[in-house]
């Protein structure tokens, strides 16, 4: 099993581009969820979804945006990139039926500039 | 909504020694309680949880104790071993059940 996939692994954006990052996971998880990563700051949630359908605002959703395209995958999406989302993203995911322990993705690392 | 705190930020020891983590949450709906060990340039993993219902869970030299009253659960470490260094963060579920709140991070640097 792959797990939790993200791509891509690295990227460098100019202020103001665009992009979006893609998540995928293959163990037919329910929830799934964006963190930021930033020193000193632990992991902040971003949004996620508590299952197919559904998504839900977390600690620092501005800026961003989400897709729940379908079980396996969740997007997120950075309409106009600023410098203070330099960071690394992770997505996670998890069982819904009672809240479980988050697997997570091997991480973005963003850079803009 | 719910807030973690989590103390110390950094923490070192010698080899051998115990290490405590301790979070305190604001939430009093929170019912699960995680602990993650991230290494260097790695993901997030779990190493150890527990739920509202139990007080205090061990697995081998990791335990964690949780006080509901309070609203503090700790992590503690025994025998610590160079390969135990790494960033360690605890989380709360959000009042809803749905999410992971994380708190800032331990480093603990363990020397030999």
């Known amino acids: 099993n792959a797990g939790v996939t993200q791509t891509p692994k690295f990227q460098v954006l100019k202020t103001g581009q665009s992009m979006t990052l893609q998540c995928a996971q293959d163990?037919?998880?329910?929830?799934m969820y964006w963190y930021r990563q930033d020193p000193g700051m632990g992991l902040r949630l971003i949004y996620y979804?508590?299952?197919?359908?559904?998504?839900d605002k977390g600690e620092v959703p501005n800026g961003y945006n989400v897709s729940r395209l379908n079980k396996r995958e969740f997007s997120l999406r950075l309409e106009s990139a600023a410098p203070s989302q330099t960071s690394v993203y992770f997505c996670?995911?998890?069982?819904?039926?009672?809240?479980?322990?988050?697997?997570f993705g091997q991480g973005t690392r963003l850079t803009v500039v | 909504g719910e807030n973690v705190e989590q103390h110390p930020s950094t923490l070192s020891v010698q080899e051998g020694d115990s290490a405590v983590i301790k979070c305190t949450y604001s939430?009093?709906?929170?019912?699960?309680f995680p602990w993650y060990k991230q290494e260097l340039g790695k993901r997030p993993q779990l190493i150890i949880d527990i739920r509202s219902n139990v007080g205090e869970k061990k697995d081998q030299r990791i335990a964690v104790t949780l006080n509901k009253t309070a609203k503090h659960f700790s992590l503690h470490i025994t025998e610590t071993q160079p390969e135990d260094s790494a960033v360690y963060f605890c989380?709360?579920?959000?009042?809803?059940?749905?999410?992971?709140?994380f708190g800032k991070g331990t480093t603990l640097s363990v020397s030999s």
């Open positions: 996670a995911s998890s069982t819904r039926q009672v809240l479980s322990e988050a697997f």
């Open positions: 989380a709360a579920s959000n009042q809803a059940g749905t999410a992971l709140i």
């Open positions: 979804s508590a299952s197919e359908g559904t998504t």
């Open positions: 163990m037919n998880h329910n929830s």
């Open positions: 939430d009093s709906a929170s019912n699960y």
